[in-house]
């Protein structure tokens, strides 16, 4: 693999922080010219050097099942169409489809895990559901790693790991009341709707609506059924994945996103600082961005 190193500098700085990257780390637009084997190699070297934790997020999940056969009928478990290169094809132009520097960033992404609970905070990609972390269990290891065995299902829609997996590194959906839909911004009908988990508070359709703003309109003012409501989450968490164009803030006062959209030309790293055993909200927790 590629290295970066981080100057004794710049190492001394961080001696007493605990990084945490929330995943995607790769696939971003290829007009968007960022080096993501470099960025890669200075994750893995914070890692390695037990200066940071990174998980997983669904590009790196994407990258292992796009170069991985299944053992029964041989087909890769991301199926290589036109779409899916499209969104794979910045990591793959850096690293060589196939080549030995693909295969050793993909075992690297395989050992990432889904989750990190530090008691006091956890971290996770796009969502933490109570249910689907625990029926996620038994398909992990003891460091939260997706099992060997277990990737075979995660791209398998018959499957529960499925279901689960979309969950908890896309977010979850909900079915709209019959006759409601809209389009989405690739011009897709959907009556299925990502929402905004965080909000515990939320009692309609169109209050935890995850969407465009010129589809909002198109989402009821119709309360959800109780069994569906949002679950009020006990301990703070740290979630990516959302690319938000807003000046960044919590978005509940138990979670908080730190993804700003950073690899685009108007986004900006973002990071958010969190001090042992205190509240979300604190004033001594803030974000801070490049």
Same mark, same amino acid.
């Given at each position: 693999? %590629? =290295?970066?190193?981080? =100057? ?11 990084? *945490? ?16 084997? +470099?960025?890669? %190699? ?6 390695? %050097?037990?200066?940071a934790h990174c998980i997983m997020g669904n590009h790196e999940l994407n990258a292992v099942g796009w170069a991985t056969n299944h053992p029964v009928h041989n087909n890769w478990l991301r199926p290589h169409t036109d779409n899916n290169h499209k969104q794979h094809r910045a990591f793959l132009n850096e690293v060589i489809d196939n080549s030995k520097l693909h295969q050793d960033?993909? /075992?690297?992404? +395989? ?9 006091? #905070? ?12 625990? +029926? ?12 060997? /065995? ?10 529960? &790991?499925?279901? #689960? *997996? /979309?969950? &908890? ?17 690739? +011009? ?61 803030? $919590?978005?509940?006062?138990?979670? $908080? ?6 690899? =685009? =030309?108007?986004?900006? &790293? ?21």
């Amino acid at each position: 693999m %590629s =290295s970066v190193k981080f =100057s004794s500098k710049r190492l001394k700085y961080i001696h007493d922080l605990a990084l *945490v990257f929330i995943g995607d780390l790769i696939d971003n637009h290829p007009d968007m010219k960022t080096e993501q084997l +470099k960025t890669l %190699s200075l994750v893995k070297q914070l890692v390695d %050097s037990g200066h940071a934790h990174c998980i997983m997020g669904n590009h790196e999940l994407n990258a292992v099942g796009w170069a991985t056969n299944h053992p029964v009928h041989n087909n890769w478990l991301r199926p290589h169409t036109d779409n899916n290169h499209k969104q794979h094809r910045a990591f793959l132009n850096e690293v060589i489809d196939n080549s030995k520097l693909h295969q050793d960033w993909i /075992e690297w992404f +395989k050992e990432l895990p889904l989750y990190i609970d530090f008691g006091d #905070i956890r971290a996770i990609h796009a969502c933490w559901d109570y249910h689907a972390i625990d +029926k996620l269990a038994e398909y992990l290891d003891d460091k939260q790693r997706l099992r060997t /065995e277990a990737w075979f299902d995660v791209f398998d829609k018959n499957k529960p &790991l499925y279901g #689960i *997996v /979309e969950t &908890l590194l896309k977010g979850p959906e909900l079915p709209l009341p019959e006759g409601y839909g809209f389009m989405d911004k690739t +011009k897709t009908y959907r009556t299925h709707v990502r929402i905004r988990w965080w909000l515990d508070d939320a009692k309609t359709y169109r209050d935890v609506a995850q969407v465009q703003p010129e589809a909002v309109a198109n989402i009821p003012e119709i309360d959800i059924p109780a069994e569906l409501q949002n679950t009020k989450m006990t301990i703070p968490v740290v979630i990516g994945h959302y690319t938000l164009n807003v000046a960044p803030m $919590a978005l509940s006062a138990d979670v $908080a996103c730190v993804d700003y959209n950073a690899a =685009s =030309s108007h986004g900006k &790293l973002v990071g958010f600082v969190y001090h042992r055993n205190t509240d979300l909200l604190d004033p001594t927790n803030h974000f801070i961005c490049s």
